[in-house]
């Protein structure tokens, strides 16, 4: 390797690192204002308590402007590595140039700013210290480690992550006690975040083959809020292993991480401490067994076939050899003959098919040239014999699974981590697959619905591209997510109606707290009486707020009622002349009808308008007898034109969190096809709120509600995924709210389906066969 290439290699590991930073910024400043709010709901003496509840009103104020000063520093820096500019960013403390200047008091601000970087950096360094210690080994390697000396300013230091942080945070509005409050759950969200961009470029350095005898260790991380496990693949192949639900997202919302050493990370297999028993949730512990299981797995074949190294770093496919090749081709189209000569989308019997395939594996293993190839076809016949034994997979998908058989043996062959890691994605997409139909009741109209025409196409898709490997599955497993986002939207008949309500519902609510939120702005300083205000906060927002929905923000009813908004507040300032008086008179009587007819559009009852016409009554009276200022034309203007441009100034639904108490306000959106849980369950924990977050679409749970055990499946989650719906095989939706969802699991009242991903499970019984008679490996 030339030193051009070196230079060019180190270059990439930092773009990489800078790349992977920028990607997880959103994530960051999320997970770190759902870190002050679960603060702010602890215990604690009145003066930090007090300090808590000020964060939470403050911090979602500056969240878009302390990611944008982020984002900021970030791209400043990528630009400059591009250009082969200096980094810009100067780094703190014995990084700092020494520059001969006179002796001055350093201001206490300034101070404060960097010794709070200072502590940052420090905690960055000590959370990351086995992957910064492998880059900055890797580095060495191909001449550009990781320089801080001199005056130098370097990226990947932990210096110049943690003052952008904090300058963004200070810039964005915030101040040093802001952080202060907030410190543990700040540094250990930096930590994750650097830790993950610190993986990926480890990762492009491994894949270049530099310092391959390094491994990218099989760790997995413990969280203390957002109750989610990572791991890193063995020999640094595929990202981290999520729990079952856990998104793909690139920084996925995550918890604080408890240091365990020098690298807050703890060897894959180690007993738990009570400590971590603790704080972790089913799912991190099934994230764990999962891999435990895949390393079982490596022992017992590695004594047998000492060949049989799946943990090893892969710098290219395996070749397949041409004998093996030929007969996987054979068998392929003897399944599929088998399965296209049946009417219908695919009714043969998967016991048949499954006898087939285990007829075929001999002549599979005759063909095969090494004891890895013959060792492969065994384990891979044991996954799928379980698979295509599973009753609660429904026949006709049981099917399908089987043609994936020999796409898969492909894969195993050709890519020895198909046995390293959960998060292959021929693994993943088996698994999501099974989930999905893992709750499905048979019946007739089966082989008409989507979910399996989907599946079919899906398995039709792998046929066609045999030697595509990891690629093809990768591509429609993306593919298979983007269908269930609509899917139970507009295909599924037990859920579409149910989605639907539940969007309206999040809708408006969500206008409803965006209105209230920008009206209480708007009136602030206004001299308006206080039944006035109280009526716009509490009913016109919800007005505002269906109509919209129902409308749109910009059509001519929803202006309609804006301009009301502004008729009430005139109305209701002190009037002091005659005209001005008579003027209210004139105008009271359409106003108040106007303000009547949209209170019933939105299903105020008939006694509760009767209420607030009266209330607004008592408050326009007393404008004719108050004594505070008018309101002036340029004031009431202003008024008038803010809500005219409403839905241009609403705030982001990211800093909007929707509470218990909205929900409990839904009765009148609860009916046959829609149930909204407002009570029930135990108190969360962090973790279990962050379990809850990361359950997936189309999985299948048992639902203890309301004096009824019912099968119901995860079939809508909204922005945020602050609502989650799930929809029982009847139609029946049942609309949760974060926290309540996270409550229900707690409790044991909502409990998944499955244990463990099917293949894990398949992966499970071929273990224990092979425990039996590992000689079948060779045989």
Same mark, same amino acid.
């Given at each position: 390797?030339?030193?051009?290439?070196?230079?060019?290699?180190?270059?990439?590991?930092?773009?990489?690192? #800078?790349?992977?930073?920028?990607?997880?910024?959103?994530?960051?400043?999320?997970?770190?204002?759902?870190?002050?709010?679960?603060?702010?709901?602890?215990?604690? !003496?009145?003066?930090?308590?007090?300090?808590?509840?000020?964060?939470?009103?403050?911090?979602?104020?500056?969240?878009?402007?302390?990611?944008?000063?982020?984002?900021?520093?970030?791209?400043?820096?990528?630009?400059?590595?591009?250009?082969?500019?200096?980094?810009?960013?100067?780094?703190?403390?014995?990084?700092?140039?020494?520059?001969?200047?006179?002796?001055?008091?350093?201001?206490?601000?300034?101070?404060?700013?960097?010794?709070?970087?200072?502590?940052?950096?420090?905690?960055?360094?000590?959370?990351?210290?086995?992957?910064?210690?492998?880059?900055?080994?890797?580095?060495?390697?191909?001449?550009?480690?990781?320089?801080?000396?001199?005056?130098?300013?370097?990226?990947?230091?932990?210096?110049?992550?943690?003052?952008?942080?904090? !300058?963004?945070?200070?810039?964005?509005?915030?101040?040093?006690?802001?952080?202060?409050?907030?410190?543990?759950?700040?540094?250990?969200?930096?930590?994750?975040?650097?830790?993950?961009?610190?993986?990926?470029?480890?990762?492009?350095?491994?894949?270049?083959?530099?310092?391959?005898?390094?491994?990218?260790?099989?760790?997995?991380?413990?969280?203390?809020?957002?109750?989610?496990?990572?791991?890193?693949?063995?020999?640094?192949?595929?990202?981290?292993?999520?729990?079952?639900?856990?998104?793909?997202?690139?920084?996925?919302?995550?918890?604080? =991480?408890?240091?365990?050493?020098?690298?807050?990370?703890?060897?894959?297999?180690?007993?738990?401490?009570?400590?971590?028993?603790?704080? !972790?949730?089913?799912?991190?512990?099934?994230?764990?067994?999962?891999?435990?299981?895949?390393?079982?797995?490596?022992?017992?074949?590695?004594?047998?076939?000492?060949?049989?190294?799946?943990?090893?770093?892969?710098?290219?496919?395996?070749? #397949?050899?041409?004998?093996?090749?030929?007969?996987?081709?054979?068998?392929?189209?003897?399944?599929?003959?088998?399965?296209?000569?049946?009417?219908?989308?695919?009714?043969?019997?998967?016991?048949?098919?499954?006898?087939?395939?285990?007829?075929?594996?001999?002549?599979?293993?005759?063909?095969?040239?090494?004891?890895?190839?013959?060792?492969?076809?065994?384990?891979?016949?044991?996954?799928?014999?379980?698979?295509?034994?599973?009753?609660?997979?429904?026949?006709?998908?049981?099917?399908?699974?089987?043609?994936?058989?020999?796409?898969?043996?492909?894969?195993?062959?050709?890519?020895?981590?198909?046995?390293?890691?959960?998060?292959?994605?021929?693994?993943?997409?088996?698994?999501?697959?099974?989930?999905?139909?893992?709750?499905?009741?048979?019946?007739?109209?089966?082989?008409? *619905?989507?979910?399996?025409?989907?599946?079919?196409?899906?398995?039709?898709?792998?046929?066609?591209?045999?030697?595509?490997?990891?690629?093809?599955?990768?591509?429609?497993?993306?593919? +298979?997510?983007? +269908?269930?986002?609509?899917?139970?939207?507009?295909?599924?008949?037990?859920?579409?109606?149910?989605?639907?309500?539940?969007?309206?519902?999040?809708?408006?609510?969500?206008?409803?707290?965006?209105?209230?939120?920008?009206?209480?702005?708007?009136?602030?300083?206004?001299?308006?009486?206080?039944?006035?205000?109280?009526?716009?906060?509490?009913?016109?927002?919800?007005? #505002?707020?269906?109509?919209?929905?129902? =409308?749109?923000?910009?059509?001519?009813?929803?202006?309609?009622?804006?301009?009301?908004?502004?008729?009430?507040?005139?109305?209701?300032?002190?009037?002091?002349?005659?005209?001005?008086?008579?003027?209210?008179?004139?105008?009271?009587?359409?106003?108040?009808?106007?303000?009547? !007819?949209?209170?019933?559009?939105?299903?105020?009852?008939?006694?509760?308008?009767?209420?607030?016409?009266?209330?607004?009554?008592?408050?326009?009276?007393?404008?004719?007898?108050?004594?505070?200022?008018?309101?002036?034309?340029?004031?009431?203007?202003?008024?008038?034109?803010?809500?005219?441009?409403?839905?241009?100034?609403?705030?982001?639904?990211?800093?909007?969190?929707?509470?218990?108490?909205?929900?409990?306000?839904?009765?009148?959106?609860?009916?046959?096809?829609?149930?909204?849980?407002?009570?029930?369950?135990?108190?969360? =924990?962090?973790?279990?709120?962050?379990?809850?977050?990361?359950?997936?679409?189309?999985?299948?749970?048992?639902?203890?509600?309301?004096?009824?055990?019912?099968?119901?499946?995860?079939?809508?989650?909204?922005?945020?995924?602050?609502?989650?719906?799930?929809?029982?095989?009847?139609?029946?939706?049942?609309? +949760?709210? #974060?926290?309540?969802?996270?409550?229900?699991?707690?409790?044991?009242?909502?409990?998944?389906?499955?244990?463990?991903?099917?293949?894990?499970?398949?992966?499970?019984?071929?273990?224990?066969?092979? *425990?039996?008679?590992?000689?079948?490996?060779?045989?």
């Amino acid at each position: 390797m030339t030193v051009g290439s070196h230079r060019a290699l180190a270059l990439t590991a930092r773009v990489c690192f #800078l790349e992977s930073l920028a990607k997880g910024v959103g994530a960051l400043v999320q997970a770190s204002l759902e870190g002050a709010r679960m603060l702010s709901l602890q215990s604690a !003496e009145a003066t930090l308590r007090q300090r808590r509840q000020d964060l939470v009103l403050d911090l979602p104020r500056a969240t878009a402007a302390w990611q944008a000063e982020i984002d900021k520093r970030i791209h400043d820096a990528l630009r400059d590595l591009r250009t082969g500019r200096p980094v810009s960013l100067r780094p703190l403390g014995n990084g700092e140039p020494k520059i001969d200047i006179p002796l001055s008091l350093v201001d206490d601000s300034e101070m404060d700013r960097d010794l709070t970087a200072s502590r940052l950096s420090q905690a960055v360094s000590d959370l990351t210290g086995e992957e910064y210690t492998d880059l900055n080994a890797r580095l060495q390697a191909v001449g550009g480690q990781v320089d801080t000396a001199n005056g130098q300013v370097d990226v990947l230091g932990a210096q110049w992550l943690a003052k952008g942080v904090v !300058e963004g945070w200070l810039a964005a509005g915030m101040t040093i006690a802001h952080w202060a409050t907030l410190q543990t759950v700040l540094q250990n969200e930096v930590s994750h975040w650097a830790q993950e961009a610190y993986h990926h470029a480890n990762r492009v350095l491994l894949d270049h083959g530099v310092r391959p005898e390094i491994d990218l260790r099989p760790f997995i991380k413990r969280t203390r809020d957002g109750g989610q496990a990572r791991a890193t693949a063995p020999g640094g192949l595929g990202g981290g292993i999520p729990h079952p639900g856990a998104s793909q997202r690139p920084g996925a919302a995550r918890g604080p =991480t408890v240091p365990a050493g020098n690298s807050g990370l703890q060897p894959l297999g180690q007993a738990y401490d009570e400590t971590h028993m603790l704080t !972790e949730t089913p799912g991190m512990r099934a994230s764990a067994q999962q891999q435990v299981v895949l390393s079982k797995l490596n022992q017992v074949v590695s004594r047998q076939v000492p060949g049989f190294a799946p943990t090893a770093p892969v710098q290219a496919p395996v070749a #397949l050899s041409p004998s093996l090749g030929q007969a996987i081709a054979a068998v392929d189209q003897v399944v599929r003959r088998h399965a296209d000569d049946q009417p219908g989308l695919a009714v043969t019997s998967p016991a048949a098919l499954l006898q087939d395939l285990q007829q075929s594996k001999q002549a599979l293993k005759q063909a095969a040239s090494t004891p890895v190839e013959r060792a492969t076809i065994e384990i891979v016949a044991l996954l799928f014999q379980s698979i295509l034994q599973e009753e609660r997979l429904p026949a006709s998908i049981r099917v399908w699974f089987a043609r994936l058989q020999m796409p898969v043996l492909r894969v195993a062959v050709g890519e020895p981590d198909f046995f390293a890691t959960t998060s292959h994605p021929a693994r993943v997409l088996i698994d999501r697959m099974g989930a999905c139909v893992m709750g499905f009741v048979s019946g007739a109209q089966e082989h008409d *619905d989507a979910l399996h025409r989907e599946i079919k196409r899906i398995v039709q898709v792998v046929e066609a591209y045999p030697d595509t490997g990891r690629r093809v599955f990768q591509t429609v497993l993306t593919e +298979f997510e983007r +269908f269930l986002e609509s899917y139970f939207r507009e295909h599924n008949e037990a859920s579409r109606k149910g989605v639907s309500l539940a969007q309206q519902v999040e809708q408006r609510e969500t206008y409803a707290i965006q209105y209230t939120i920008e009206l209480r702005k708007m009136l602030d300083g206004v001299p308006v009486h206080e039944g006035v205000r109280e009526f716009l906060f509490k009913v016109w927002a919800d007005v #505002l707020a269906h109509n919209a929905v129902q =409308t749109s923000q910009s059509s001519d009813e929803t202006r309609a009622l804006k301009k009301a908004a502004a008729d009430l507040i005139w109305s209701a300032s002190a009037k002091t002349s005659r005209e001005e008086r008579a003027d209210v008179l004139m105008r009271l009587p359409p106003l108040l009808k106007t303000v009547r !007819e949209g209170m019933a559009r939105s299903g105020v009852a008939v006694d509760k308008q009767d209420e607030h016409i009266q209330s607004l009554n008592t408050a326009l009276a007393a404008a004719f007898s108050a004594r505070s200022a008018a309101l002036s034309a340029a004031h009431l203007k202003a008024v008038t034109d803010r809500l005219e441009s409403l839905s241009d100034v609403l705030p982001d639904i990211g800093d909007i969190e929707l509470d218990e108490q909205t929900l409990r306000d839904l009765s009148g959106h609860e009916s046959d096809n829609l149930e909204i849980v407002a009570e029930g369950g135990t108190m969360p =924990t962090p973790a279990m709120l962050g379990w809850a977050r990361d359950l997936q679409v189309g999985a299948w749970f048992k639902l203890d509600y309301r004096g009824q055990t019912e099968s119901v499946q995860l079939a809508w989650q909204g922005l945020q995924k602050q609502l989650i719906l799930f929809v029982s095989p009847n139609g029946r939706g049942v609309l +949760f709210q #974060l926290h309540r969802l996270a409550a229900f699991l707690q409790a044991g009242l909502l409990v998944p389906v499955e244990d463990e991903p099917l293949t894990t499970r398949a992966t499970r019984e071929a273990l224990a066969k092979l *425990d039996a008679d590992p000689a079948r490996l060779l045989s």
